[in-house]
């Protein structure tokens, strides 16, 4: 089992690009979740998808978009990037929304020029 | 002021040391505590969790709430190099999905 894969692993982009992070999770888990963590941040949660077929917006929504493809697959989406967007993104998955139990990917790396 | 504090460290202990860990926080509503540990360039991994005030413990670690206070701490007992790495706090409210962490906490243990 692989758990939670991501890719890609480091992204370097312009401001202004789109470009789209996929996560994918191989323990049947119906909740999935994508999170940024920045220095002096901590970690905070960009949407969630309790269920494949939904999905809700966390703490830090405001220039992102997501897709629940299926139950194994969730992607993150920058339509235009900025520079304030430069981040680490975690994906995490668990069995249900209110399990406390995240399994958490390994991260991307993203900069913004 | 952030809802959840947590002191960044780095906190630098001898090898076989108890370790202490803390989080304040100022929501009255925080039901459910966690502990994650992330070890460098790695993603979170849960270490515990406890719901409202108490105590728990599993093998070196405890995890210890005190609602009154709004105050959580963890405890690492016989500290070894490999716990070396940064310990979150997170917590929710009982009606919410959307966890607060902590900025977390970078623990070295030397030999």
């Known amino acids: 089992n692989a758990g939670v894969t991501q890719t890609p692993k480091f992204q370097v982009l312009k401001t202004g690009q789109s470009m789209t992070l996929q996560c994918a999770q191989d323990m049947n888990h119906n909740s999935m979740y994508w999170y940024r963590q920045d220095p002096g941040m901590g970690l905070r949660l960009i949407y969630y998808s309790a269920s494949e077929g939904t999905t809700d917006k966390g703490e830090v929504p405001n220039g992102y978009n997501v897709s629940r493809l299926n139950k194994r697959e969730f992607s993150l989406r920058l339509e235009s990037a900025a520079p304030s967007q430069t981040s680490v993104y975690f994906c995490?998955?668990?069995?249900?929304?209110?399990?406390?139990?995240?399994?958490f990917g390994p991260g991307t790396r993203l900069t913004v020029t | 002021q952030k809802e959840v504090e947590q002191d960044p460290g780095p906190l630098s202990v001898p090898e076989g040391a108890i370790v202490s860990l803390n989080c304040t926080y100022s929501?009255?509503?925080?039901?459910?505590f966690m502990w994650y540990r992330q070890y460098s360039r790695k993603g979170p991994e849960l270490l515990m969790y406890t719901y409202s005030s108490g105590n728990k413990e599993d093998g070196r670690f405890t995890a210890q709430v005190d609602k009154s206070s709004k105050y959580i701490s963890l405890f690492i007992r016989d500290s070894q190099p490999s716990d070396s790495a940064t310990y979150l706090c997170a917590m929710f409210s009982g009606g919410s999905y959307i966890p607060t962490f902590g900025r977390g906490t970078s623990l070295i243990v030397h030999p």
């Open positions: 929501n009255s509503a925080f039901q459910y």
């Open positions: 995490a998955s668990s069995e249900h929304v209110r399990d406390f139990e995240q399994y």
